[in-house]
C-alpha cells in the first residue's frame, strides 16, 4: 500500500452520512405528518363548514318563510315551544321539505322549541331527535350553530343551529338538520389522498435528493480527510512514508517482531553529497535526484519493506525478516542500482549513499534505539570507505557520545587533563631527529589515557578544536624551549584542522604564540590534512599563505588519502609533504605502492618540498624510502609517540634487519 | 381598598348592562354597591307607592318590539333583549326596588295588550300622541323626529315627504310613521302612495332593502343606527337630515294605573337627577335625544 502513491479507499457507508440520512428522515416524515394532519383537519372543517352554510339557506329559504306565513308572526320562543305550529305554517313546513327529503338532499329536519319539545318532524315523530342537554342542542340554543359528522352506515353531518325566524333576529328555538355527508366526505378523502401522494411523492423526492447531496458532500469530505491524511503520512515529493508514518509503521512492526519472535533490520541512508549537486544544478534537479534515489530504492525492494524519506537526503528502511547477510546482500543490490549512471539536466552524474544499518532484536527492540544505532553506523560509514556498514557496538557510537565527550572536553581543557606526546622524525640520510609531532593524548580522571581518536572527531565537529588546539601550541611551544635548552633542535609539528584555519585571526595568534615564547618561526611546523586544504574557500587560502609569509612551515597531512587535486599544491607554500601510511606500508611488496611513493617524492622534490614517510614500521620499508630518496620517515620503527624526555635523539637501523634486507 | 369596592361597582354596573335588565339577579343590585359610585339606588318611599298588586306580583311587565335598534333588539343568540330601553327599564326597576322585565309582542297591539292586563306597560319606542292619550298615559322619557330612510345611493332621488309620493313606503304597523304616511297619501292626491304596513320594523327594512319600497319611515336613532352600522351602512342611508314631526316617547300605562304611572316618572326622574339617564344615553350615543325632566302625556 505504502510503495505506490494510490487514494486511500474511500468507505463506502459512512457513518457520517447514516447519521445524516436519520436525522433528515425525521424532519421530512414529522412534516409530511404534521401538513397531512393540517390537511385533514381543514378537510374535516371544510365538511362541517358546508354542512352549517347549506343548514342556514334552509334556515332562511324553507323554515323561515314557513314560520312567517299567515297573520301571526312568531314571537316569543318558549311560546312558540309551547303552542306549536299553526296548522298552515305546519303544512307549508311540510310543503318544503317534502320534495328534499324524497330526493336525499336532507335526510331529516326537526324543529325544536327551547324546551326539547318536537314542533316539527319531517317524519312526524315527536320522540326522535337530539336530547337538550346535548351540548350541541345547548349551543343552537343560545344562538350558535354546531355541526358534527355521525358515522353510521353513509356519513351524515348533523346541524344544529338556532331558528331565526324573522328579520328581527329572534330566536325562536332549534332548527336540527341531518345532511348526507357521504358524499363530500368521498370527495374529501379523495382530495386527501391525492395531498397525500403528492406531498408524501415531494417530500421522498426532496428527501432522495437531500440524501443524495448529503452523500456527495460527505464523500468529497471524506477524500478530503483521506487526501489530508494521506498527505499527513506522505513525503509530497517522492510519495514515500514520511518520518511520522515510518515511526508509525516501525513501531507496530517492532511490536509484532517482540511479541512473535520476529527479526529484521533497519537501515538509514543517507546520499552523499547531495548537497553539491542540489547547489551547483539547482533545488529542481535536488528533487529530479530525489525522486529518480526513491524509484530505484524501491525497484530493489521487497513487499514487506518499508520505504521512507525522512527529509532531505535522509531514507530509512525497514527490512523485516531478513538477518545480517540478506540486509547487506539487499542493500548492496540497491547501491548498485543507485549508483548507475543518472542524467540530470543533462548533467550525467553517479550518486552514492552511505547506508547504517542495525538489527533486530540484536540491537535493540524499540525505534529509537535501532535508529540510533544505524545512525551511528552510517556515520561510521561516512568517515570510513564503507558504504554499508552494521551496527558493530560501541566503537561507532561516537555520535551519541559526542556531546558527553564535548562537555568532557570542555572541562578537560580547563582542568589540564590533556597532555602532548611526541613521535620523532628522523633524516632518513643519518637517522637523527629532525622533528617531532605533537600529539595530544587525554588522561581522564575515571577512563584512564583517551586515544586521540575517541575525541578528536568529536572536538573537531563541536569547534572545540580551536581551544584546543590553541591549548596544544602553547604546551608544544613551551615543551620545545624546554628541549631547546636540553641542547636539542628540533622542529615542532602542531596538527591543524580545517576549522583553526577558518577562524580569521589564526595567524595572528601563531605569530602572537612564536613571539610569547621567543621562538623563530621555522621552528614550528604546521600540519594540515589534505581535505582541509581541499576545503577551498578563500579563509584557508589566505591564512596558510599568511603563514608561510610569518616563516611558519606548512606540511600537507595524509597525502594521497584525501581528494586533493595537484591543482591546490599549485602556489602553495608546502614546506613538507607526508605520504599517507596506506602507501607507505605496502612499498616492500606492492609496486604500484612503491610507484605511488617514488611519484609522489620525485612531485615534492619538483614543487620544492621536503617529504616525510608516515607508518614506517619495518626496516624493509625504511630501506626502500633510503633508497627511493625520500628526505625524513616517521613510524613506530623510529619511535613511538611518549613524553618529549623520552624521545631518543638518534635512530639508527638494527644491524640484523639490515643485512638481512640488503642481502635481499 | 377604596380603588377595589370601585372596581367591584363598575363590575356590577357592567353587569347590568350585559344582561340587558332581564336577569332579576343582576337587578336586585346591593345598594351599598351603587352608592358608591352614587349611581342608581332603591328609594323605598317609592317602592312602597308602587300598586299593590304589582308589588305582590314581584315583577312589572313591560311589552316591546324588539327591532328597533340601538332603542331595543335582539343580541347575536336571538333569545336576549339589548338596547338603550331594556337598560333604562332596568335602571328604573332598581329605583322603585322591583324587577322590570322586557317582553317580546307586537307592536301594533300592544296598546290594547296594556289595556287589557296583559302588561304593565308598552316600552317600545312609542311616540306620545293624542291618539294614543284616548288609552294611556305616557311617561316620556325621549324626544326625536322621524326620518326618511332610502338605499344606499337613494336610486329614486328622494329629499323630502313629498318625493315618497307616487312611491311605495313601508314601517312598521300600527307606529306614527304609519299615521304620517297616510296623511301624507292624502296629499299626495294622483301620485300615488303605496303603503306596505309590517309586523316589525326589520321587516320594513327588509321591504327597503330588497328594493320592494323606496324609503321607510322610522324614528331618527334607529335610522342614524342602521345608516352607521358596518354591518348595514353599505345598504341604507338618510334621505335627509331633517327630523319630521319631532315628539317625545313614552311608557305608556293603563289610563286608570295612575300609582304605577306616577312611580315610573319619578324613578326617571330620579335617574335623570343623579345622571344614570345621561350616563345610559350616552353608552348608546342617544344623548341628543334626551329629556331634561321626566314628564307625563307632553305630546
Not at chain 1, 117 to 123: A, P, W
Not at chain 1, 125 to 138: A, K, L, R
Not at chain 1, 328 to 354: F, H, N
Request: hydrophobic fraction near 40%.
Amino acid at each position: 500500500m505504502w510503495k505506490r502513491r494510490v487514494r486511500p479507499r474511500v468507505r463506502s457507508t459512512s457513518r457520517l452520512f447514516a447519521t445524516f440520512a436519520v436525522a433528515s428522515l425525521v424532519p421530512v416524515v414529522a412534516l409530511g405528518a404534521l401538513v397531512l394532519q393540517d390537511y385533514t383537519r381543514d378537510a374535516a372543517e371544510q365538511g362541517r363548514a358546508q354542512g352549517l352554510a347549506q343548514a342556514d339557506v334552509i334556515t332562511q329559504m324553507v323554515v323561515a318563510p314557513a314560520l312567517n306565513s299567515g297573520d301571526t308572526p312568531t314571537l316569543g320562543g318558549d311560546d312558540l315551544s309551547r303552542r306549536g305550529l299553526t296548522a298552515d305554517q305546519h303544512d307549508r313546513m311540510r310543503e318544503a321539505t317534502r320534495l328534499a327529503v324524497f330526493n336525499g338532499s336532507v335526510q331529516h329536519l326537526r324543529l325544536r322549541g327551547f324546551s326539547g319539545r318536537v314542533i316539527f318532524s319531517d317524519d312526524g315523530s315527536s320522540s326522535s331527535g337530539v336530547p337538550v342537554s346535548d351540548p350541541d342542542f345547548q349551543a343552537a340554543s343560545n344562538g350558535e350553530p354546531r355541526a358534527r359528522v355521525i358515522m353510521g352506515r353513509t356519513r351524515t353531518i348533523r346541524v344544529m343551529q338556532p331558528m331565526f325566524a324573522g328579520a328581527t333576529g329572534q330566536s325562536v328555538g332549534v332548527v336540527e338538520v341531518y345532511l348526507p355527508y357521504q358524499e363530500i366526505a368521498d370527495r374529501l378523502e379523495q382530495q386527501v389522498s391525492h395531498t397525500f401522494w403528492r406531498i408524501g411523492g415531494g417530500l421522498a423526492v426532496l428527501y432522495v435528493l437531500l440524501a443524495l447531496l448529503a452523500w456527495l458532500t460527505t464523500r468529497s469530505l471524506r477524500r478530503y480527510a483521506a487526501d489530508q491524511r494521506y498527505n499527513a503520512l506522505h513525503d509530497a515529493l517522492t510519495g514515500l512514508p514520511n518520518r511520522t508514518a515510518f515511526r508509525t509503521w516501525v513501531e507496530e512492526r517492532l511490536d509484532r517482531a517482540t511479541r512473535d519472535g520476529g527479526h529484521g533490520a533497519m537501515v538509514l541512508v543517507d546520499l552523499n553529497r547531495f548537497k553539491e549537486v542540489n547547489d551547483t544544478l539547482g533545488h529542481h534537479a535536488g528533487d529530479e535526484l530525489l525522486r529518480e534515489v526513491s524509484v530505484r530504492f524501491r525497484d530493489s525492494l521487497g513487499p514487506d519493506d518499508i520505504l521512507a524519506r525522512l527529509g532531505g537526503d535522509e531514507f530509512a528502511l525497514l527490512l523485516p525478516g531478513r538477518d545480517r547477510t540478506d540486509a547487506v546482500a539487499l542493500l548492496e543490490q540497491a547501491r548498485a542500482r543507485l549508483t548507475e549512471e543518472m542524467v540530470l539536466d543533462g548533467v550525467p552524474l553517479s550518486i552514492e549513499a552511505s547506508f547504517g544499518i542495525a538489527l533486530y532484536p540484536e540491537h535493540g527492540h524499540h525505534m529509537e534505539e535501532l535508529k540510533q544505532r544505524a545512525d551511528a553506523a552510517m556515520y561510521q560509514g561516512k568517515r570510513g570507505t564503507m558504504d554499508i556498514v552494521v551496527y558493530s557496538g560501541e566503537q561507532a557510537a561516537q555520535p551519541h557520545q559526542w556531546l558527553v565527550v564535548q562537555a568532557e572536553l570542555r572541562h578537560a581543557l580547563e582542568r589540564d587533563e590533556l597532555i602532548l606526546h611526541y613521535q620523532p622524525k628522523v633524516g632518513v640520510s643519518d637517522g637523527t631527529v629532525r622533528a617531532v609531532e605533537a600529539l595530544v593524548r587525554w588522561q581522564h580522571p575515571e577512563r584512564g589515557l583517551v586515544p586521540p581518536g575517541d575525541f578528536l572527531p568529536a572536538a573537531e565537529h563541536s569547534g572545540l578544536i580551536v581551544p584546543l588546539t590553541e591549548w596544544v601550541l602553547r604546551r608544544a611551544l613551551t615543551d620545545q624551549l624546554g628541549w631547546t635548552a636540553a641542547g636539542k633542535r628540533w622542529v615542532v609539528s602542531v596538527n591543524v584542522s580545517a576549522r583553526n584555519l577558518e577562524v580569521p585571526g589564526f595567524p595572528g595568534l601563531v605569530a602572537g604564540l612564536l613571539a610569547e615564547h621567543r621562538t623563530a618561526p621555522h621552528w614550528l611546523m604546521l600540519e594540515v590534512t589534505e581535505t582541509a586544504l581541499a576545503g577551498d574557500t578563500d579563509t584557508v587560502q589566505r591564512a596558510i599563505a599568511e603563514l608561510s609569509a610569518l616563516g611558519v612551515g606548512i606540511s600537507v597531512d595524509d597525502f594521497g588519502a584525501g581528494y586533493t587535486s595537484l591543482s591546490h599544491l599549485r602556489g602553495m607554500p608546502v614546506a613538507e609533504i607526508k605520504i599517507d601510511r596506506a602507501f607507505v606500508k605496502d612499498v616492500a611488496h606492492d609496486p604500484q605502492s612503491r610507484a605511488i611513493v617514488r611519484s609522489v617524492i620525485e612531485l615534492a622534490h619538483g614543487l620544492g618540498s621536503r617529504v616525510t614517510a608516515e607508518g614506517v614500521e619495518t626496516a624493509e620499508v625504511y630501506r626502500w624510502l633510503i633508497e627511493a630518496g625520500c628526505d625524513e620517515a616517521q613510524g613506530y620503527l623510529i619511535g613511538r609517540p611518549v613524553p618529549w624526555p623520552q624521545v631518543e635523539p638518534d635512530f639508527s637501523l638494527p644491524v640484523i634487519d639490515y643485512s638481512e634486507g640488503f642481502v635481499r | 381598598m377604596r380603588l377595589i369596592r370601585r372596581g367591584i361597582a363598575v363590575l356590577g354596573i357592567t353587569a347590568v348592562l350585559a344582561t340587558g335588565g332581564c336577569s332579576t339577579a343582576a337587578l336586585t343590585t346591593e345598594a351599598g354597591q351603587l352608592d358608591e359610585v352614587a349611581a342608581v339606588t332603591r328609594d323605598e318611599a317609592l317602592h312602597a307607592l308602587l300598586p299593590d298588586d304589582v308589588k305582590a306580583r314581584g315583577f312589572i311587565r313591560l311589552v316591546t318590539d324588539a327591532s328597533y335598534a340601538p332603542m331595543e333588539y335582539f343580541a347575536a343568540d336571538g333569545r336576549t333583549i339589548i338596547g338603550f330601553e331594556p337598560d333604562l327599564a332596568a335602571a328604573i326597576g332598581q329605583v322603585l326596588g322591583i324587577r322590570v322585565e322586557m317582553v317580546v309582542g307586537a307592536f301594533s297591539t300592544a296598546v290594547d295588550e296594556v289595556n287589557a292586563g296583559t302588561y304593565d306597560g308598552v316600552l317600545s319606542s312609542m311616540t306620545d300622541t293624542a291618539e294614543r292619550r284616548k288609552k294611556v298615559d305616557f311617561v316620556n322619557y325621549f324626544y326625536t323626529g322621524t326620518s326618511i330612510l332610502v338605499q344606499r345611493g337613494n336610486p329614486h332621488g328622494i329629499a323630502d315627504l313629498q318625493d315618497i309620493c307616487g312611491q311605495a313606503a313601508a314601517t312598521e304597523k300600527g307606529t306614527y310613521h304609519e299615521g304620517m304616511l297616510v296623511r301624507l297619501r292624502k296629499e299626495c292626491g294622483s301620485r300615488k302612495l303605496t303603503i306596505h304596513s309590517l309586523p316589525t320594523n326589520a321587516d320594513a327594512m327588509v321591504e327597503l332593502r330588497s328594493g320592494r319600497v323606496a324609503a321607510v319611515l322610522q324614528d331618527y336613532p334607529p335610522a342614524a343606527f342602521v345608516t352607521t352600522d358596518q354591518r348595514t351602512s353599505a345598504f341604507f342611508q338618510l334621505a335627509s337630515d331633517h327630523q319630521y314631526e319631532p315628539g317625545h316617547f313614552g311608557i305608556a300605562v293603563d289610563r286608570d294605573n295612575d300609582d304605577l304611572r306616577d312611580c315610573l316618572r319619578d324613578a326617571l326622574q330620579r335617574l335623570i337627577d343623579s345622571g344614570v339617564y345621561n350616563d345610559l344615553l350616552a353608552r348608546w350615543e342617544l344623548s341628543a335625544s334626551g329629556v331634561k325632566a321626566a314628564t307625563i302625556n307632553a305630546g
